[in-house]
């Protein structure tokens, strides 16, 4: 009886953990992610996907499209812009600077740089010309050099617009320049004292009067302490003109990319939400960013679901919290977003959104490391994410990249990649076109 | 045959930090004042970098047979555990960091820390004489 009771035991041991590896796949995508219990482990679920090089592999792109580098060797490439005559911009930095409080900034800092590359961040912004129009983008030069962490990018009326992570810097821009000297005019300084999470995202309103810069939070969840979270998980609305500004919306944890929606000229973000409450929460979002609108960090996600970290709590600014309007996934770490204008590739890819996901840390399955694609319908979201370029993790489970900024140019009908891992810049056309 | 000195100096570190490490855990309890809870994860880091150190030479003791270190060897291992869990209880962010589980192990390790001094600085009997 004893034997027989063992040898049940043992039988169901196994089964016991590969029921809990099999938990039911949550769907944590669209307006209502489902959003399981907090889990706080002793340790938060981990895991990097150690770098490897491409060595003649590519992204996989859908049938029908092709897919090429055109700028390699870069130094931490973030985001792009095409400009007027099809020039590209990448910006390429590699910012940040909180202190180290506690033996876990020391470790996680340590962890996390397992799934970077090593590249210094190049402070600079390179510009790529494609001269006869083949898709080859022959010149690459530095257009702007010795900026300060560069990531967010605008040109408007004839000024290109740099965020670097401490300043909203302006340039004056003539058609055709491969060189701008000079550290630029400050239109205002950017909240940067420290810089946890330092990437400042902007984009111009459609009338070009306003900018709008993303400012994510000192922390993961106020644990530096709210002193620090001043005008921190807000976007700021900057008057062109004088440079004065106004927080155009809040509690909104890490705004890494803004884009105007063509169909509505409402400003659009992509967010990155808290980690370690599980490898299920919290999933990052897409939203319309609307004016005074308070998005729950640190205090709540979602709406209302209370994050039990944050002390004292504040069930008033809980009540206040909205939720956002369209979940990503937990972890996939958005980091681009980009609209299609002027009918976009046609067929399935008329209309809708890129998403660039640079991929996970806080859980065990690797989530993100693709750009999605999500169909809009009367600019807003209509559908389920359709993976669109994926293959950045390699059959050995190690990342040949991983995608930050994603930008769509209506006039060459491309979609442009920055990857940050492997320092490029994708294209990716359709095929009938080349 | 009593503790060599340097032994008895890397013993001293867990004995002070880990009350040190509950004071400020209560001090954060009580003011939500995040520094505190910084301050008792970087305490527990040391203290347990220390009783590593000196669990090793407790070992190194029991192997070589000396008399009276088995125990001090139980208690410091025990230390070693509950100060883990708790240096990863810590690492949790904002009130997480602390809560009903940090301050239970922050106790319990004062009272492994002080049974682990206890026994390591209690001169042995023969000696004495």
């Known amino acids: 009886m004893i034997v027989l009771r063992h040898a049940v035991l043992a039988l169901a041991a196994p089964l016991a953990l590969t029921a809990c590896d099999k938990a039911p796949e949550l769907d944590q995508t669209g307006a209502r992610p489902q959003l399981p219990a907090q889990k706080e482990t002793l340790l938060p679920p981990m895991k990097i996907a150690r770098p490897a090089g491409w060595n003649g592999a590519m992204p996989s792109v859908p049938q029908g499209f092709t897919i090429t580098p055109i700028a390699t060797g870069l130094k931490v490439p973030r985001q792009t812009l095409v400009l007027p005559n099809g020039d590209v911009l990448v910006s390429e930095g590699l910012g940040g600077g909180a202190p180290k409080l506690r033996p876990k900034d020391v470790i996680a800092g340590y962890i996390k740089s397992l799934g970077k590359s090593g590249t210094k961040g190049g402070n600079r912004v390179t510009l790529l010309r494609d001269r006869d129009g083949d898709g080859r983008y022959e010149l690459q030069t530095v257009l702007i050099d010795d900026l300060n962490a560069p990531y967010g990018l605008a040109l408007v009326d004839g000024d290109l617009y740099v965020a670097d992570q401490d300043a909203l810097l302006r340039f004056r821009y003539r058609d055709g320049a491969t060189r701008i000297d000079g550290t630029g005019e400050v239109v205002t300084k950017l909240p940067a004292n420290p810089n946890h999470h330092w990437t400042k995202s902007l984009t111009a309103s459609a009338d070009g009067t306003r900018l709008y810069v993303g400012i994510g939070s000192n922390s993961n969840v106020g644990e530096r302490g709210m002193a620090l979270e001043e005008e921190r998980a807000v976007v700021w609305e900057i008057d062109r003109e004088s440079g004065a500004h106004r927080t155009y919306a809040s509690g909104i944890r890490n705004p890494t990319a803004l884009a105007i929606n063509p169909a509505t000229q409402a400003l659009w973000a992509a967010v990155n939400e808290r980690d370690e409450l599980g490898t299920d929460l919290v999933p990052d979002y897409m939203t319309s960013v609307k004016p005074g609108a308070f998005y729950g960090w640190p205090y709540s996600y979602y709406g209302n679901h209370v994050d039990p970290r944050v002390h004292p709590q504040k069930p008033e600014m809980v009540r206040k919290a909205i939720a956002p309007d369209y979940a990503l996934g937990s972890h996939v770490a958005a980091l681009g977003l980009t609209f299609l204008t002027g009918g976009g590739f046609g067929g399935n890819y008329a209309d809708g959104a890129f998403v660039g996901e640079h991929g996970s840390w806080n859980r065990r399955q690797l989530a993100g490391y693709k750009v999605v694609w999500i169909p809009f319908t009367n600019g807003r979201p209509s559908g389920k994410p359709r993976d669109f370029v994926t293959g950045f993790i390699g059959p050995d489970g190690k990342a040949r990249g991983r995608p930050v900024g994603v930008t769509y140019d209506p006039v060459r009908r491309a979609l442009l990649v920055a990857d940050d891992l492997s320092n490029t810049v994708w294209r990716i056309t359709p095929s009938a076109a080349r | 045959?009593?503790?060599?000195?340097?032994?008895?100096?890397?013993?001293?570190?867990?004995?002070?930090?880990?009350?040190?490490?509950?004071?400020?855990?209560?001090?954060?309890?009580?003011?939500?004042?995040?520094?505190?809870?910084?301050?008792?994860?970087?305490?527990?880091?040391?203290?347990?970098?220390?009783?590593?150190?000196?669990?090793?030479?407790?070992?190194?003791?029991?192997?070589?047979?000396?008399?009276?270190?088995?125990?001090?060897?139980?208690?410091?291992?025990?230390?070693?555990?509950?100060?883990?869990?708790?240096?990863?209880?810590?690492?949790?962010?904002?009130?997480?960091?602390?809560?009903?589980?940090?301050?239970?192990?922050?106790?319990?390790?004062?009272?492994?820390?002080?049974?682990?001094?206890?026994?390591?600085?209690?001169v042995p009997r023969e000696v004495r004489a």
């Open chain 2, 1 to 122: 045959m009593p503790l060599h000195p340097l032994h008895g100096i890397l013993l001293a570190f867990p004995v002070a930090l880990f009350p040190c490490a509950l004071a400020a855990d209560v001090t954060y309890l009580n003011s939500s004042e995040m520094q505190w809870s910084n301050f008792a994860a970087w305490l527990i880091a040391g203290a347990l970098v220390f009783t590593g150190l000196s669990l090793a030479w407790t070992l190194a003791r029991v192997a070589m047979r000396r008399a009276g270190s088995r125990w001090l060897a139980i208690v410091l291992a025990a230390l070693f555990v509950a100060g883990l869990v708790n240096a990863f209880q810590h690492s949790h962010d904002g009130w997480s960091s602390v809560g009903t589980t940090g301050l239970a192990l922050s106790v319990i390790s004062i009272v492994l820390a002080l049974a682990a001094g206890w026994i390591g600085y209690t």
